[in-house]
């Protein structure tokens, strides 16, 4: 199973970190894996590219995370709600057994 974890602080986003694999399909033909992948490298690079409040990305651990600045701009939490539409989209599409999303108050 894929696990996104979204983190906030005062009601706004600080940090994602997306761990697993969704096993809907074999390695290379995995749709699920393949989706999550997609929105989450342009979610990230999109607030790289395109907002001030990117502090670091990276892979550690089987892990992708994406630290950014407190108070982030309401550009980057547009790009995080967009993401997370298209999540909960692959979720319901697919089932809860492949993907599961959570959005914590730190």
Do not use: P, W
């Not at 809907?24 to 490298?41: F, H, Q, R």
């Not at 108070?71 to 547009?78: F, R, V």
């Amino acid at each position: 199973m894929i696990s996104v974890e979204v983190y906030k602080k005062n009601g706004r986003y600080q940090k994602i970190i997306c761990s697993g694999h969704a096993l809907y399909a074999d390695y290379g033909k995995d749709i699920v894996c393949a989706s999550v992948s997609v929105l989450i490298i342009n979610c990230f690079n999109s607030i790289e590219k395109f907002t001030d409040d990117f502090v670091s990305s990276g892979t550690e651990n089987e892990e992708t995370y994406l630290n950014l600045k407190d108070n982030c701009s309401k550009d980057a939490e547009l790009l995080i709600d967009s993401l997370l539409l298209g999540l909960q989209e692959i979720k319901e599409q697919y089932g809860k057994k492949y993907l599961k999303i959570s959005v914590k108050e730190v």
